[in-house]
């Protein structure tokens, strides 16, 4: 896989833990909601609070970040704490297709920015950069979204995405056959389990291969 970070971006501590598979995506899965999402929201249903989300090791980390970037995370916020805040306030999680739910199932667990691309829309070399001045791109669900100084992934044709709102170009459809899982991490020490990830996907998606992992 040829995926980089910027120096400016790394030098912060920045890096990607991705994976690459092949797989059979499918509108919904009775499976991954019962075996897996259920329990863990109702866990973070009974345990989690507003405040514990803010005292979070990974929340702080994530936002610092934004902040030393020129991003303000309160009004642009890493989409692990948009997602978390949201099962707190038992608003429930949308279900969308497969793969789409596992990537906030990574989320949640493990209290990150996660990201699924379609690799049918997005071309490699990909790097992570800061987002160029008055730089905006469709998001999923918005009409616009502003990455002036948020962190994206871009390939040739540009950004697509980001630990805050990913773009239309890249998204996960139920006809996407071969995807990019990334997480993005904001600490020294590398926080998702690989090996744990390859075996979700494994187990919960129809037909996957894990093609390739690595932590950058």
């Known amino acids: 896989m040829q995926l980089t970070i910027d120096p400016k971006v790394k030098e912060q501590d920045v890096s990607l833990a991705y994976s690459m598979i092949e797989f059979k995506n499918e509108a919904h899965s009775e499976k991954i909601w019962q075996e897996v999402l259920n329990p863990l929201l109702q866990e973070i249903e009974a345990e989690d609070t507003l405040d514990s989300i803010k005292e979070n090791s990974q929340i702080i980390a994530t936002k610092k970040v934004y902040r030393v970037l020129g991003k303000d995370p309160a009004r642009f916020r890493p989409s692990s704490d948009s997602l978390w805040r949201r099962i707190v306030q038992q608003k429930g999680m949308y279900q969308i ?22 690799l049918g829309k997005v071309t490699e070399p990909i790097r992570l950069i800061v987002g160029p001045a008055d730089s905006r791109y469709a998001g999923i669900g918005n009409k616009s979204v502003n990455i002036e100084n948020l962190l ?34 904001f600490a020294d020490d590398s926080v998702v389990d690989q090996v744990e990830v390859k075996r979700i996907l494994e187990t919960y998606l129809t037909d996957c291969r894990v093609v390739e992992q690595g932590i950058i």
């Open 97 to 118: 297709n497969s793969l789409v739910d596992l990537n906030n199932y990574f989320s949640l667990k493990w209290k990150l920015p996660f990201g699924a691309y379609d």
């Open 152 to 185: 994206v992934l871009a390939d040739k044709a540009g950004p697509f995405g980001s630990p805050t709102a990913d773009s239309t170009r890249g998204m996960i459809s139920e006809k996407t056959t071969r995807a990019l899982i990334v997480g993005y991490q």
